[in-house]
Nanobody, 114 residues
Framework: QVQLVESGGGLVQPGGSLRLSCAAS????????MGWYRQAPGKERELVAH???????TYADGVKGRFTIARENAKKMLYLQMNSLKLEDTAVYYC????????WGQGTQVTVSS
């Protein structure tokens, strides 16, 4: 079992940047595929970016070229670098660990507003 805690959210203007972090504890981090998801008000939770145990990455079409997912296994950390933020990126962002089961963090709010 793994516990996840996200941080790094906040208020940013359009075009700005944020880096989200997800700290894992309780299990061997390197055996989990990891992902960042987001949920905007009134919408379903959606995949933003995913990174496998082999560090193969995939991105949602709307964030390609703007967001970068990375993992640091030795520190049990997952990151999401978000650049050129848009109003539509406003959401609660969650990290998820996947192996046999899925484990979720509590989320961190990202608000893009002028």
């Amino acid at each position: 079992q793994v516990q996840l805690v996200e941080s790094g959210g906040g208020l940013v203007q359009p075009g700005g940047s944020l880096r989200l972090s997800c700290a894992a504890s309780g299990s061997i981090f390197s055996i989990y595929d990891m992902g960042w998801y987001r949920q905007a008000p009134g919408k379903e939770r959606e995949l933003v970016a995913h990174i496998t145990v082999a560090s193969i990455t995939t991105y949602a079409d709307g964030v390609k070229g703007r967001f970068t997912i990375a993992r640091e296994n030795a520190k049990k950390m997952l990151y999401l670098q978000m650049n050129s933020l848009k109003l539509e990126d406003t959401a609660v962002y969650y990290c998820r660990a996947s192996r046999v089961y899925n484990y979720w963090g509590q989320g961190t709010q990202v608000t893009v507003s002028s």
